[in-house]
């Protein structure tokens, strides 16, 4: 296939923010679309040899669809590929491909920022300046919010990838003691370097999730997991907002059965103002929830993109990059 030939769509070119598409546009034929919805996405295919997509769904139907018939790659610009049928790709003749590790760093940085902010409620104490509780205290600090060192302190980590291993390495820069967690549900053998899941929830003062989605770990925070956690534990979610019950963890903070929580991803994504998340995060002071912002900075972004790039042209050049169907 020839640059001159390719067609290449972007369907939700808005989720990349302020980095710049024109290494893509100078190089070949694309069709931009900021957003996209379920009903717009069979027609914007149509046409195109390569659909570029971050969270617009490519299921079943759409593969099957007529306006899919030219398609021959899709590059999904993130790691997880959930959002795609990789079986009907496969069985149609339609490579996918992904992006691993861009974003390590990146989120790895902001589960420590998360982790900080539970321990120190710096956040907290900066809006209590803007609400005059400072200047009204009769001594000369605040202490309404509690603040605990993290030397010392487990860290259980579920998920040990590129960014479970981010997060173990800066977190041992505060002196923290690293636990990982087996496999959860898999007999298998324990490896050495690891411990029982259910061993980590009882003996973790942080534990922080960076698993992949998948029918063995959704709802993997339970009501029977959260019983097993210390009454002192923080949990951290930067990974997908399916890993946790969140009706559970809800009720877990407002019994302080376990001391609070942080989730940079939700169930609902963007969520209605009624979301039961949103609606306990205005209630509930143990509960940060941030808007999936961990994995966006901007050298993440553009080098996400870079690495779209370089997958494309691999496929045009009839290698194959990041395959993962």
Known sequence: MSGAQLRIVFLDAATYGDVSLERFTRRWDCTVYELTSPEETR??????????TNK?????????SPEARDLKLIAVAATGVDIIDREE??????????????????????????ILELASSAGKYSQAVRNG????????????????????KKLGIVGYGSIGHAVARMAQGFEME????????????IPPDRIAFDRLLSLADFISLHCPLTTETRNL????????????????????????????????LRRKQIAGAAVDVISQEPPQSDHPMIRAAQELDR??????TAWSAHEARARLLQEVEENIAAYLQGRDRNRVA
């Open 43 to 52: 027609a914007r295919l149509a046409g195109h040899a390569i659909v570029v």
């Open 56 to 64: 617009v769904v490519i299921d079943k139907a759409i593969l099957r």
């Open 89 to 114: 790709a496969m069985s149609g003749g339609v490579r996918v491909c992904n992006v691993p590790g861009y974003a390590s760093q990146s989120v790895a940085q902001f589960t420590l920022a998360l």
């Open 133 to 152: 509780e400072w200047q009204r205290s009769p001594v000369f600090a605040l202490l309404s919010y509690p603040v605990v060192e993290l030397k010392g």
């Open 178 to 189: 690293i636990l990982i967690s087996a496999h959860p549900g898999v007999n298998d053998p």
């Open 221 to 252: 925070i339970n009501p029977q997991s959260l019983s097993r956690m210390k009454p002192t534990a923080f949990l951290i979610n930067t990974a997908r907002g399916g890993l946790v019950d969140e009706a559970a963890l809800i009720e877990a």
């Open 287 to 292: 509960l940060i929830v941030t808007p999936h």
